[in-house]
């Protein structure tokens, strides 16, 4: 009997082992899915909302923010809004499909050069700011609405269809943007481009509105910028200090609100203004003071 009793104690043992939190196919445990192990224990920490060691599936599915910084970045969590700030600096983030409610995402640190959020279709909010990031692969479908990016390695970027305020596009080695059709997109913000010094065109889709303060200024090797017909207004030198910019092209039949936009007190700045052939002279009599640059798409 006593040794009947010693196996049974044995054999209770092994399945406390056995649900253990290394074994995730038992517990249910989303945290042993994270490979970076800086990433899981800060996810621990973050989002074990009951405090048992373990991050479930509901924990993982309620979580609709997160924000990751090392030191050097951390005065950037919570910039926008707080909440969800997670302090780490993994050497990979992977695993975010196991956050499936994820709105808003942040990544404020060096080290990692691929995010993959193919999994994250509900996310709405996308705001990166790494020297090593270099690739970005988007939700499909894809839910995104703002999107702000400061990449030193990222040398092409394809705007998704979803997003209608591009907050930020400044990435010093992005020499390739496109954007994605039916583009949503509204709103390009205020310095939107500072920095972008490899970009030789800037090719607005149909449906923009509005262009904000020196959102393409100082951008030395753009010479091509091509504007929609729905463009409604253009900041304050939107298109300043551009010193290879030669054509800019806006299709609009209705000439866009402006205020100084396209600095003509400088030589360097006098490229040619080219609009539609039916509205060459109300361009010319809305904006005398560049009336001698004006001329139509057609020639």
Not at 72 to 79: E, P, R, T, V, W
Not at 92 to 99: S, T, V
Not at 136 to 151: E, G, N, T
């Amino acid at each position: 009997m006593r040794k009947f009793l010693v196996v049974a104690v044995l054999a209770s043992a092994s399945v406390v082992c056995a649900c253990s939190k290394g074994d995730s196919s038992q517990t249910g445990d989303i945290g042993e899915k994270l490979y970076d192990i800086s990433f899981r224990k800060a996810c621990y920490k973050a989002f074990d909302a009951n405090g048992d060691g373990f991050l479930s599936a509901d924990e993982a599915s309620a979580a609709e923010r997160i924000e990751i910084s090392g030191t050097s970045y951390s005065m950037l969590a919570g910039y926008w809004e707080p909440g969800g700030f997670i302090e780490c600096i993994p050497y990979a983030i992977e695993g975010l499909q196991y956050f499936p409610n994820l709105r808003y995402f942040g990544y404020y640190s060096n080290g990692i050069e691929s995010i993959d959020l193919s999994g994250n279709s509900l996310l709405t909010e996308l705001h990166l700011q790494s020297e090593d990031l270099k690739k970005l692969v988007f939700p499909s479908p894809c839910s995104l609405k703002k999107m702000a990016l400061f990449l030193y390695g990222l040398k092409a970027l394809t705007v998704p269809a979803s997003v209608v305020e591009l907050e930020n596009v400044q990435c010093l080695e992005l020499s390739e943007l496109r954007f994605a059709e039916p583009s949503s997109l509204k709103v390009v913000g205020k310095e939107c481009f500072h920095g972008c010094k490899q970009l030789k065109e800037l090719v607005f889709p149909e449906g923009l509105e509005e262009v904000g303060y020196y959102a393409a200024g100082g951008l030395d090797g753009l010479e091509l910028v091509s504007l929609p017909s729905t463009v409604k207004s253009l900041g304050t030198n939107a298109f300043a200090n551009c010193k290879s910019l030669r054509r800019l092209e806006i299709r609009a039949i209705t000439p866009p609100s402006i205020d100084r936009s396209f600095e003509e007190g400088s030589c360097a700045n006098r490229y040619s203004i080219f609009v539609p052939a039916q509205s060459l002279d109300v361009y010319k009599t809305a904006w005398p003071e560049y009336a001698s640059r004006i001329h139509s798409l057609s020639n």
